[in-house]
């Protein structure tokens, strides 16, 4: 009776200490928070930090979310959890700067005109007409505003970067300045083919809307300090002060964006104007990327057979596919960089490709890659090139993925550190540069990318390609604080089963180099019947024994090559099916026998110790 009583009180004891710890530690430890996610997730960054401890003036942030209307909606209200967790970060690192309002806007109400005022979107639920608002609006002191319209589920990398760049915006709300310095008539021109004037390059349009754009001259010697990003297109044969002045700019912390290219289909190969840049189709930056440690590698255009687009070569004639102009899907992109991770595909035309330097101080990040069935071919074939299936025939694969676009970031010497004449004084080196660099500037023409219809008067466009929303993204991305650019991509807070993505991933591989094999092999066997075969005085095809052996052994081989495809399809199933029957193993069998065999443990100990005590 007496243990009875002793383990009452004990236990009474216990819970109270318990109690006790739990009201002392909500006191003191408020602000107090522990991440133990493998990537940090619910840690904010520290260009983040940067941006929140740079705030003068306050701001409010309201999350307009439709709390009532998502009941049935899991995943959507999972996501609306951490958002409003990540914005409580925020209001707590902010220091008082920030403060949070979140609105549940339901059907025809004051709230619900306030959110379509400030810019959110609403997303339909159902046929029945309910909408869905998820979206975030900040407003400054002065009273301007900037929105989140919605917070789609796919992009849950990008959320800290979505944020912290409505933050700084609302901090800085005035347009960012863009100085363009072309060798291309992006700005309009005449087409001496046609014989009439040429309008502005859209991408030069879709700036325009979003940026203050200032033309440069080639021959500028002083790159203005107020310019939030400088972009070089074509930069071919500058003057050595025009490459000084690009030089330090980049020297002093400012952003650049450069389009070379190894042969510019889009450069008319003749001056654009008085001054202007001279014949050749190639343009490069060389003195000042072999400073920076990067290179563009010169006189070669990479061939993909992978992504070759088809185009026209006569009206006669059927399309071909013309490996030099690609089209690369979001898989040749970097998924994890919010320049191109919302991206679905994107057109180059004979681009070159970038590398690192050996012993360079900066950082090399590929943005845009070709596939492995690539290969580098020289610039000059291109000038005499009738017919791109040639170029097919030569692709000999090297097996390596070539860069065409690439980040260059960290500490890089200047390439001047005696200066030019005249200009002695300049700095030597920056202990970070901030580079994009693009090796093909086809990518901005309009033909690779958008149909711009004339509509009243109006030039509407339509895009069938990313090109200018890989443009827009750079220019915004780069016309922030380094602080914004350092937050990018975080991860995701759903973890994917990485192992039967690898599987599939595998088998993906393996399907694929089939695929490509049967291609091939169907190329090869139908241009040597369109050779053998050919129409009688009547115009009936016939085939004679020999092709019709040919014809025979072709569609042998390829059931022969289906079963194999089937059969990697197979292997696949059968190594998830094998790795799922292991996790029911350990899930259904061996955790309940482990923890049957623990409490039997635990029985028979604390009987053993009764009976002693007896």
Partial sequence: MKRLMYSGAGLLLIALAFLAFNAVSSLIFTDARLDLTEQKLFTLSKGTETILAGLEEPIELQLFYSDEATGELVALRNYARRVEELLHAYQREADGKITLRVIDPEPFSEEEDRAAELGLQAVPLDQGGDKVYFGLAGINAAGQTQSIPFFPLDQEEFLEYEISRLVQTLTTPQMPVVGVLSGLPITGGFDTRTQQATPPWMVLENIRQ????????????????????????????????????????????????????????????????????????????EPLFNAWGVRMVPNQV??????????????????????????????????????????????????????????????????????????????????????????????????????????????????????????????????????????????????????????????????????????????????????????????????????????????????????????????????QLAELQGPDAEGVVQLTAEQQTALQNFMQEKLLIRKELREVRYQLNADIEALGRTLKFFNMGLVPLLLTLGMSLLWLWRRRRSVKIR
């Fill in 210 to 285: 979003l940026f203050h754009i200032e033309s440069l001259k080639r021959d500028v010697d002083m790159i203005p300090s107020d310019l939030s990003v400088l972009m070089l297109i074509h930069p071919k044969e500058l003057p050595e002060q025009t490459l000084y002045a690009i030089d330090q700019f980049v020297m002093r912390g400012g952003k650049l964006l450069v389009f070379l290219d190894p042969y510019s289909e889009a450069d008319p190969g003749m001056g654009i104007g008085p001054g202007e840049f001279g014949e050749g189709k190639a343009s490069d930056l």
């Fill in 302 to 527: 990479v061939l993909d057979a992978s992504y070759a687009m088809s185009v026209g070569v006569g009206e006669e004639r059927r399309p071909v596919r013309h490996p030099a102009w690609l089209s690369l899907p979001q898989s040749m992109m970097d998924s994890e960089d919010v320049v191109t991770a919302s991206l679905e595909s994107l057109n180059v035309a004979t681009a070159g490709f970038l590398e690192p330097l050996k012993g360079a101080t900066t950082r090399f990040v590929p943005l845009i890659q070709s596939s492995s069935y690539a290969m580098p071919i020289e610039a000059e074939r291109f000038a005499t090139l009738e017919n791109p299936e040639v170029l097919l025939r030569e692709l000999e694969p090297t097996g390596e993925r070539y860069t065409l676009a690439a980040r260059i970031q960290g500490p890089a010497k200047s390439a001047y550190p005696n200066g030019i004449e005249g200009h002695t004084d300049g700095l030597k080196d920056s202990s970070s540069i901030n580079v994009l660099a693009v090796a093909d500037t086809d990518l901005l023409a309009d033909r690779m990318w958008v149909q711009v219809d004339n509509f009243f008067g109006q030039r509407m466009p339509q895009p069938w390609a990313d090109n200018g929303t890989f443009v827009i993204n750079v220019l915004d991305n780069l016309s922030g604080t380094d602080a914004l650019i350092s937050v990018r991509s975080r991860g995701r807070f759903a973890r994917p089963f990485t192992v039967v993505e690898d599987l599939q991933r595998q088998a993906e591989n393996r399907f694929r180099e089939k695929e490509d094999v049967l291609q091939q092999r169907l190329a090869e066997t139908e241009a």
